[in-house]
Every structure is written in structure tokens, then in C-alpha cells.
């Protein structure tokens, strides 16, 4: 049977009258974690330009998506340096104080101006790095860059840099979740929590799809969400396998609904989480059995992730890609899966699913947290699927959401 995770003892607010997230804390943890791969890896040096990753390892968010324009300089040994986006650059250095060393960020925008722009801005940007490394006697060491596009690995090997990858490492240092990072999590499941309640409340025949969107961002910024996605709302005849999300469809009598919210976020640290419903009856027979294959097959896959367990342990109570109907296990890529959550990102180590863990296991650890899916159903007459999160204690895996799992919610309440 699966054990539920103990629920958080505040709120999303700050207080001085209570032990809650440790911001301070969470910083050292995350670049105590990478400090210690880079000596490990006798790397001195990684380059960063993920968004992700830079919040990983600075705190700061980014005003930003766009690739290039901002990134880090992050040492074993040394303060970082990082390179922020016009605006930020002049706006946040008094905000956030621990970062010592700012500079203004390179960035071509993607070359809108021209390739001559490209040639100016990687001109600067492979100097600029350079000289970062010479003034710290790190420019004849292996220089680790996760996140970079072509032009600036082109301009740093230019300059004679010793390229290496850095994106597994940074895979490798998320992995595991302090307890900060686990109560961020803990407390983006209760905010996703309060997200469902809102949609069932209102999930009814004449209501749209989009309009479960609105309802959904709604409940998670006014239960402390630092973003909130529109979630992606599948309806009706679209439920099985995965048909357009959020189609306009007006719910009727006797819709399956399933819903996914994976872009709810508190301090970065980002849900992942799919429920669904039935609207204006009791579920049939067929929709029952559908369900209750897919509880027991999670429960099971769950129930095996424990520390000293591998992926290749749970991946087995996944069936086979030929259960239903497909040729090979890549038609179920992120379909019948198990992964990694934690900062910013939808996928994180570890991994379970067939494709890839029985041949290529990976060891659970306390610590780890992850999202465990599946889905069952008949293409074009409907199906179900949900999504729970959950953290690995000494004691095995834990969820984290408590919204009611083990049959689907009939809506209106």
C-alpha cells in the first residue's frame, strides 16, 4: 500500500517565528552539491546557460527565456561571476547580495541582426570569458559549459578552451533534494492540491476547457504559487491517447476529463500532476476497470522505488509497449513513466520506464524525487490517467499530494 509523505507545518509565507524554507540553506546545499562533482571531476570551472541551472546555482531567476541572454561562470574554488540581461543587470545586484561578481550578458538574440552581429557579440563573449579564466589561472583547465548554443562553444574553443560537457553533471547535482527543496515540493503538490478542488468545483456540462485554465491559475497564485501554468485540459473523445490539449471543447454529459498541471511553481520547484474526472454521472463499468488497472499498476511501480532499488526494479510493472497494440517502447516515451522532478524543469534523474531502465538502471536514493504516470483507455472513446509526486525516504516512497487518487472524481461534487 502506498505511504503518504507528511504534510508541511506552514504555510508559503516567510516568518521569523518559525523554522520553514531556509533560503540561505537551500543556496549552500545546490552549490555545495556542484562544488563537490567539480572536485570530484577535477573540473575547476563550469559555464551555465540553462535558466534552470542558473537558478540552481545563483538563486536568480530570469527575466528571459531566450537562449544566451544570461549565464554563469560557476568555480569549485572562486565566487561566481554572472553575466545577467540588460535590464537585470543594472536592477538586481543590491537584491541579491551573495552574488559578488556581475557582468552584462553577450547575447545576439539569435542572430536577428545579422550574421555580423553574431561575429561582434561571440567576439566579446568568447574574450570576456577568457580573461574570467586567465585572471583565476583556470584558462589551461577543462572548462565544463552546459546550456550554450554553437557560436559561443565555437568562440571559447577559439580561444583555446578545453571544452567538456556539463549537463550531466548538473543532472547529477539535482538529483538529490534537501529537506528545503523537498518542502518546496511538498508545498507546490499542496498548491496543485488546492488547483484540482477549484477545477472540480467547476467542471461542469457548458463549461469550455480553456475556461478550467483560467480557474486553475487562479487557485494556485492565491495559494502562494510563484507561476502558475493554464495546465494542459484533456476532454471527451481527446482523452485517449493524448489529443489536442485545451481543444475549446464545451464539456457535456458524460465527458472524461484529465488535466495536467506541470507548470505550477513555488521558489522554481515545479509540480507535475495529472488527475481526472467524469462529468454529470457516475463512471461506467469500462471507465472503472480502465482505472482501477491503472491504481494498482502505479501503486506497484511506486511501491518498488526504495533507496538501494533500481530504476529496472520498478520499470517492470510498466507492461510492454505490444499491451497495447504499439511496435516499440518509444511510443510510450513520457506516456508510462516514472521521472525525476525538482527546479524549473519537467524532467529530472532518475528515469523509469521500460525503454531505458531495464537495459540502463539507475539506483534510487533517499532524497530523490520523482512523478510516477501512466494512462489506460480505448483511442476516441476516452481514457484516464493521473500523476502523482513523491519523494524517497529511508522507508520507501512517499506521496506528496493528497488530492484523492484511487478512483476518478465525479464533477460537479
Not at 540561505?24 to 551555465?48: A, F, H, M, S
Not at 538586481?92 to 547575447?107: E, G, N, T, V
Not at 557560436?151 to 534537501?178: F, N, P, T, Y
Not at 522554481?268 to 481526472?276: A, E, L, Q, W
Request: net charge negative.
Amino acid at each position: 500500500m502506498v505511504k503518504m509523505a507528511s504534510k508541511l507545518t506552514f504555510g508559503p509565507a516567510i516568518a521569523d517565528w518559525q523554522e520553514r524554507i531556509n533560503t540561505e540553506r537551500l543556496r549552500d546545499y545546490r552549490t555545495g552539491r556542484v562544488r563537490k562533482l567539480l572536485r570530484q571531476r577535477g573540473i575547476p570551472t563550469l559555464l551555465e546557460a540553462f535558466t534552470k541551472n542558473i537558478r540552481y546555482l545563483t538563486g536568480i531567476k530570469g527575466a528571459l527565456p531566450l537562449p544566451m541572454t544570461r549565464y554563469v561562470l560557476f568555480f569549485a574554488d572562486h565566487n561566481s561571476v554572472l553575466f545577467e540581461h540588460a535590464g537585470s543587470y543594472h536592477q538586481l545586484p543590491d537584491q541579491a547580495p551573495w552574488i559578488k561578481h556581475w557582468r552584462i550578458a553577450r547575447c545576439a538574440l539569435g542572430g536577428i541582426g545579422g550574421p555580423g552581429t553574431v561575429e561582434d557579440e561571440m567576439k566579446l563573449f568568447g574574450d570576456e570569458i577568457h580573461q574570467e579564466l586567465k585572471d583565476r589561472g583556470l584558462d589551461k583547465e577543462p572548462l565544463a559549459v552546459s546550456g550554450l548554443d554553437g557560436a559561443s562553444r565555437e568562440a571559447l574553443r577559439q580561444r583555446g578552451l578545453d571544452l567538456v560537457d556539463g549537463s550531466a553533471l548538473m543532472m547529477e547535482a539535482q538529483a538529490i533534494k534537501s529537506v528545503d527543496e523537498v518542502n518546496c515540493l511538498k508545498m507546490v503538490a499542496a498548491i496543485t492540491d488546492s488547483c484540482w478542488y477549484a477545477a472540480w468545483e467547476n467542471m461542469r456540462p457548458g463549461v469550455k476547457d480553456i475556461e478550467l485554465s483560467s480557474i486553475v491559475q487562479q487557485a494556485a497564485f492565491a495559494n502562494g504559487a510563484e507561476d502558475a501554468g493554464p495546465g494542459g485540459w484533456f476532454t471527451g473523445p481527446l482523452t485517449f491517447d493524448r489529443g489536442f490539449s485545451r481543444a475549446g471543447r464545451v464539456l457535456q454529459v458524460g465527458d472524461l476529463v484529465y488535466g495536467s498541471l506541470c507548470a505550477n511553481s513555488y521558489m522554481g520547484y515545479r509540480s507535475c500532476s495529472y488527475r481526472t474526472f467524469v462529468v454529470g454521472r457516475q463512471p461506467n463499468a469500462q471507465e472503472k476497470d480502465w482505472y482501477q488497472r491503472l491504481l494498482e499498476r502505479l501503486n506497484n511501480v511506486i511501491e518498488a522505488i526504495k533507496p538501494g532499488a533500481t530504476t529496472a526494479d520498478a520499470a517492470r510493472h510498466f507492461p510492454p509497449a505490444s499491451a497495447w497494440g504499439y511496435k516499440e517502447e518509444e511510443e510510450l516515451l513520457s506516456m508510462e513513466i516514472g521521472h525525476g522532478i525538482g527546479l524549473i524543469g519537467s524532467y529530472d534523474i532518475p528515469v523509469v520506464n521500460r525503454q531505458w531502465s531495464l537495459a540502463h538502471p539507475q539506483v534510487f536514493e533517499e532524497g530523490m524525487c520523482l512523478a510516477v504516470e501512466g494512462r489506460e483507455g480505448v483511442p476516441r472513446v476516452g481514457g484516464v490517467r493521473f500523476e502523482d509526486m513523491l519523494v524517497v525516504t529511508r522507508n520507501g516512497a512517499e506521496l506528496m499530494d493528497y488530492f484523492p487518487r484511487d478512483e476518478i472524481s465525479v464533477a460537479p461534487r
